[in-house]
């Protein structure tokens, strides 16, 4: 199966696999939603235009998901030593985001990401290369650079409400579709709780 | 030198145009430079180049329609008595050239007391703001702030409460098909809009 739908279960292989934080603790994916829904926001290395690309887009509407009580967690596949870099680039210290990284890309591959070094170096990625530029991003190195990222919204029982796979480098899910799940879930889970 | 001279001419309008960095003074810059062609390509010998004149002409066009949509994005937008009234309630949600677009469409309109603004189960194809007056006790529980009917909005689904006015109202109305054709066009201002019911979602959701 290359992807998951909305409504389907988290598998067990992915809410098993562990991710690490800045300090190299390890922590299971399932604990990102045990105690409510969860949007994980995966980037590909922390250095590359394209998780600028992602992160220009998605900053902007932290504070208002976060209002919607959803928790917002940035997975990446650098080293962990990068994370203290990006979070000083995104200026994320005081936002209630969390980061963490898998060098190993099991949970991008759990996750059913691609990855693939020809579009990493593919004639659109060179394209959005020079877009990105033109904005003034950088680009380093800072982990798998075949690996595209994703979005994972899912709900506390670990039911998936949205998901996208990021199809080139500087792809990314639109965050106004986002919001429109997130609104979605929130008013499905009011009328629960009513 | 002769007609020479209006290559020159456009040369050194088409060099100034590289050496400006604001896109609306290198637009102007071009299309002088362009026109400036214009003589040459007439009067060249063994001329017109017809050829030359319909490209000048293509990117004479192309360029006056994107100078024309600049001018619109940059002039200070001058807001009327009552769109700055209704604008205060909406400031921190949206600039004023986005207000501006939503004033456009939406329309406003003054519903009497004990009048049903919306309907128990119709369509959900308008989302209304209360601006002035009160609606009855029994309709409140079913807005989102001053939005009736926004949730209903979101969810597609039929209205599951009629909402009455309990005392002469003020409302903006915008339907559907207008704002879905307006944030088609403008992913910013929908952006603007969602983080509008996400404020007013997010404190019914607290309540």
Redesign the interface.
């Known amino acids: 199966m290359s992807s998951f739908n909305i409504g389907d279960k988290i598998p067990k292989d992915l809410a098993n696999a562990s991710v690490i934080d800045e300090n190299s603790n390890n922590l299971k994916l399932a604990t990102f939603w045990k105690e409510g829904p969860a949007l994980i926001l995966f980037i590909r290395h922390f250095g590359c235009f394209g998780c600028t690309t992602q992160m220009q887009a998605i900053a ?2 932290i504070q ?2 976060d ?3 959803i928790r917002i967690y940035l997975v990446g596949n650098g080293n962990p030593n990068f994370i203290e870099g990006f979070k000083e680039r995104f200026q994320l210290y005081n936002q209630p985001v969390k980061i963490y990284t898998d060098p190993s890309l099991e949970v991008y591959k759990k996750a059913r990401l691609t990855r693939s070094k020809l579009i990493a170096y593919g004639p659109t990625t060179w394209y959005e290369r020079v877009i990105a530029f033109s904005k003034g991003y950088s680009n380093v190195n800072q982990g798998d650079n075949g690996q595209m990222g994703g979005s994972l919204l899912v709900d506390q029982e670990g039911t998936i409400k949205y998901y996208y796979k990021n199809k080139t480098v500087a792809n990314h899910s ?3 579709t986002v ?2 799940h ?3 879930f ?2 499905q ?2 009328s629960k709780n009513n | 030198m002769g007609v020479q001279v209006f290559i020159h001419i456009a040369n050194l309008l088409f060099l100034s145009s590289y050496l400006v960095k604001d896109i609306f003074l290198l637009r102007i810059l071009t299309l002088i430079a362009g026109f400036s062609l214009l003589p040459y390509y007439f009067w060249v010998e063994g001329g017109p180049l017809t050829s030359s004149i319909f490209w000048s002409f293509i990117f004479s066009s192309v360029n006056l329609y994107q100078l024309y949509q600049l001018y619109h994005e940059r002039k200070p937008i001058r807001l009327s008595k009552e769109q700055q009234q209704v604008y205060q309630s909406l400031s921190s949600y949206f600039s004023v050239l986005q207000f501006s677009k939503l004033w456009q469409i939406g329309a406003i309109n003054t519903v009497a007391e004990n009048q049903f603004v919306l309907e128990k189960g119709c369509y959900p194809n308008q989302i209304i703001l209360l601006l002035e007056g009160s609606l009855s006790k029994s309709s409140q529980a079913f807005c989102t702030g001053n939005l009736i009917g926004a ?1 209903d909005f ?2 597609q689904q039929r209205t599951q409460q009629a909402v009455q006015t309990e005392e002469t109202c003020k409302l903006m109305t915008w339907q559907r098909k207008d704002l879905d054709m307006l944030f088609k066009k403008d ?1 910013g201002l ?2 603007s809009w ?2 509008m ?3 007013a ?2 404190k ?2 607290a309540s």
Do not use: G, M
Request: glycine share 0%; charged share 20%.
């Open positions: 902007p509407r208002e998901i209002a919607l009580n639109d965050p106004n919001v429109e997130i609104h979605q929130a008013l889970q009011k | 949730i979101i969810t992913k929908y952006s969602q983080s019911l996400s404020n979602l997010a019914q959701l």
